[in-house]
């Protein structure tokens, strides 16, 4: 094979720039063979890219022989169904975020690609913010023990700022039957990969989430939640969809020092001395390990949605390791999920968590809605995609 032929499945807000950037040339050996949406007015944009098929139904581009592989930009329940069917099928999956909706639908999906016959087959995630040099680098100097015993992170991430238009622009968005939750599930997916990315699995967490509290929804738009780590460390995630300026800002501390990433910014603070050799071994009452500043070399936000998709389309074609396999996905859905039922029973959850015990109280919310969808609007025209990410 020299070039992917690849099948975008959903083709709303995000399925587009997709398959924008595939049609104008942005990912090398990849070509847009088919798309895929169940409203026609989505497909009609593409009338003019004349060699690329256009299906109504995921299960017929699945089948029509036409792509190697799809990646599947549709509402957040589609993932589990679309994905299951098309591993099946034997092409190879790139998924958008979240991977699913619950943890035990990421089960079901992750349980597909592994019984698929061709193990060849490549199942991936649009973790697009993996390939920001920023966390990169972060992700490095943690492996190579720089930052020493990991005792803390706290990550204020509450400029995901939505307007009530936002909510408005889409039937399934900010629904328990819909979407599944709220910015825990559209938004946060990333955070929450890269803080599992970073710091691994936390075993406990207390969530509290706050559902409308800022919009005229029936989902969380705003939470914060404490996550234990196994080796004593302890975590705070905070997060909104209804702050504005708002904030990005992440701490990572070890005994050997702290790393700060506050919009471009990125420091390491340095202890001379590891701080818990430094506390066992200094004779002064009130001194403190000597710090160093260090600013890091990281620079921009790197390639993302087009780096995962020149990555995915390498893997395939040259077997390149992916920036971000789709069964790492469970973990991040797995810490929304806590904050959740957490907050919704008033209780602590222990990780890893019941998934059963979430989908149980998923459906309770499904089932018990009143909430009547304010009237939809289109999404207005001009508005800039890449101010979503
Ligand atoms: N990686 C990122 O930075 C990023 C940013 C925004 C959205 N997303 C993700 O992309 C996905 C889509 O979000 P969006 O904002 O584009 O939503 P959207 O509503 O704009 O688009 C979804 C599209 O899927 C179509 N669709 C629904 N069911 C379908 C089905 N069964 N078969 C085929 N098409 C179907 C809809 O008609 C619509 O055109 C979500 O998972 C979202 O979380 C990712």
Request: hydrophobic share 35%.
């Amino acid at each position: 094979m020299k070039t992917v032929r690849l099948g975008i499945i959903g083709v709303g807000s995000m399925g587009h720039f997709h398959a924008r950037s595939v049609l104008e040339g942005k990912i090398a050996r990849c070509t847009l063979s088919a798309i895929c949406d169940i409203d026609p007015e989505r497909l009609a944009k593409f009338n003019d890219a004349k060699d690329v098929k256009q299906f109504n139904k995921s299960g017929e581009l699945i089948r029509s022989g036409e792509v190697d592989a799809v990646l599947i930009a549709t509402p957040h329940y589609g993932h589990t169904t679309i994905g299951i069917d098309a591993l099946q099928q034997g092409l190879h999956v790139l998924v958008e975020k979240p991977i699913s909706v619950h943890k035990a639908d990421c089960e079901k999906l992750i349980a597909a690609y592994k019984k698929s016959k061709k193990r060849k087959q490549l199942f991936a995630a649009m973790f697009n913010q993996r390939t920001d040099p920023k966390y990169q680098k972060i992700k490095k100097m943690i492996e190579d023990g720089e930052l020493g015993q990991f005792t803390r992170v706290n990550w204020i991430i509450t400029d995901w700022f939505r307007t009530e238009s936002y909510y408005a622009s889409g039937g399934w968005r900010a629904t328990w039957a819909g979407e599944g939750g709220g910015v825990l599930l559209n938004q946060c997916p990333h955070q929450l990969d890269l803080i599992w990315w970073l710091c691994g699995s936390p075993c406990e967490v207390h969530g509290f989430c706050d559902m409308g509290k800022r919009h005229n929804i029936e989902v969380e738009d705003e939470v914060t939640a404490y996550l234990k780590y196994p080796n004593g460390a302890t975590g705070v995630f905070i997060t909104s969809t209804g702050e504005a300026p708002g904030t990005n800002r992440l701490e990572i501390c070890g005994d050997k020092g702290k790393i700060l990433v506050e919009g471009d910014r990125v420091m390491f603070y340095r202890n001379e001395q590891p701080m818990f050799e430094f506390s066992k071994t200094d004779p002064r009452a009130f001194s403190k390990p000597p710090v160093w500043e260090i600013k890091l070399p990281a620079s921009g936000s790197g390639e993302q949605h087009h780096g995962i998709l020149r990555n995915f389309t390498a893997a395939i074609l040259d077997g390149a390791p992916l920036i971000a396999q789709a069964t790492d996905g469970i973990h991040s859905v797995e810490l929304g999920n806590a904050m959740l039922l957490s907050s919704l029973t008033g209780k602590g959850v222990k990780l890893p968590m019941d998934g059963k015990a979430y989908e149980r109280q998923l459906k309770k919310l499904i089932a018990g809605s009143t909430f009547k969808k304010a009237s939809l609007k289109k999404k207005a025209e001009g508005d800039d995609m890449s101010s979503s990410f």
